[in-house]
């Protein structure tokens, strides 16, 4: 049997050290396909470029491993990658390190967990990873060990169609981590808190800033709570977004043309 | 009782026609406050701009009606609206009318959707509006009458927290339509198939083509199958992307640390 094909991206961009230390990872089980944006495309969550052609570059092709860079978003590197650059269908997609948490509603905006999620529409298993650190120089050596673990899991079991992962780990040492648990995302909503200033013409412009507000700060079985506790989590993902409860509700209106 | 406070946006930006019929429809129910791209923002899904500052421009003020362009993405105009320009919250927010499809997997990707989703992070009921028709002259006027219909109906009943709507009319006359329907986000993907060229220069890129995939053909309670048999769909739409019938196979794992 052939060794696993695995597609690798991120939003960081692709000499982010993060990408670096899950490129490592990838390469123990298989030869490894990196298609990662040029620069940071970090809250880019599923932009496709329309109205623009992407290019892709060639970085480095050596024995199991070769990197493309791309001008696109996250989602463009993957689309691009399956339909374009890679010779067959990876086996898997995996996406990250992230620099920074994508637990709750950032899985929403982030590019990382676009990609993995990419992947998942294509009936490819896939996960995407990010350390609760957002610093360019975090330490992600403690990461691989469970990025190691999951990858070892995916590779044995699969996952459904049409769903990957929402992989977190808390910024701690080792023998600060509690474990890792499976749960549900949890609600809550960024808070923008926008920071006004005046250029030197006189026009105003805004900073996104802001904090996260967690609707269930008690719920012990989602990822932000895990987290807290010192959990690394993982949240199965699936991207049918049907509201089944409140269809019935929205029968009931006057809908009468 | 005051009139309702209507936030509007879209992805087409602040000139296209689809936002001037819905500006218009959102007038006779109440005071409209529009934020809307500079330019057209397709594609954009959920992403924010974390790395560039944004900026707003007042195009339009008088009675009843306020419009703002900006050059973030969709869901920067809304953020942008609720924590920055606009004095109160507003009671709903509209987006649209989007000139193309967002049935199926389109709403992930699509800025309109976006938007709309946006707007019930922030606990308000929203919706969502697409035509059938990619033309930037395509006639909205059939789409008003339905958009009446919703907004009654939204503004009566209002939408369970967390949950906003997916309004896809086709492309037909009036008296083609059969009828509203409300139902399921049907299951399928885009299949992409770029077309590659080379510049004066000898570099290679590439511009996004593709086509929809139906999985789920026959099934005669999603927006796909209904949308083609000459019905306006709605789909309630949620934002908790957990694979709950996932969690426990991934808890069997071996996840040791």
Redesign the interface.
Known sequence: MNKPLILVSNDDGVFASGLQMLISVAREFGEVFVVAPEK?E??????????T????KLIKKEEGLTVYSCNG?P??CV??A???LMERKPDYVLSGINHGSNAS?S???SGTM?AA?EGC???IPSAGFSLLDHSPVADFSVSQ??VR??L??LI??G??Q??C??VNIPKLLEDE?K??E????T?G??K???D??TDPSG??????TGYFKNFEPDADDTDEWLLDKGY?T??????????????D???K?????
């Open positions: 940071g970090s809250g880019m969550s599923h932009a496709i470029s329309i109205v052609p992407i290019r892709a978003t989602v463009d689309k691009l399956l339909n374009q509603i899985v929403i905006y676009g999620i529409f294509n009936c060990k469970y673990i999951v070892e899991n044995k079991d996952l459904p049409g769903t992962l929402n981590i474990g890792i499976v749960c549900r995302m609600k909503v960024w923008e808190e926008y006004k200033r026009r105003n412009y805004y900073w996104l690394v993982i949240v199965p993902i699936q991207v049918d977004l049907t509201a089944y409860d409140c269809i509700r929205v029968k209106w006057n809908l009468k043309k």
